[in-house]
């Protein structure tokens, strides 16, 4: 299981299996042609449960959940921690 933070604060957990998919790393793929797929991203890396409170982590006071800032989030994730970065 590969811990990590986001600048933010928001903690996840991912475990070997989800980093290990290749419909993940098809989804990477596509969201720079088409970043319309991120959702789909997030949903194959962090899981429903996990996309649910990240949402919630970056909600706005008027229940909006911000586009750039949820791509920031994951740009973190995928990014920032090497043991997400290396795999």
């Known amino acids: ?41 997030l949903f194959l890396l962090l899981g429903k449960e996990q996309v649910k409170k990240l949402k919630d982590h970056i909600r706005t006071e008027d229940g909006m959940v911000p586009a750039m800032q949820m791509g920031e989030e994951l740009q973190d994730i995928m990014l920032n921690n090497p043991k997400v970065k290396n795999s």
Not at 25 to 41: G, Q, R, T
């Open 1 to 41: 299981m590969i811990k990590g933070k986001t600048k933010t604060g928001f903690k996840y957990e991912l475990s070997e299996e989800r980093l290990d998919n290749y419909e993940l790393l098809e989804c990477l793929a596509e969201m720079e042609e088409d970043p319309m797929v991120m959702p789909k991203v």
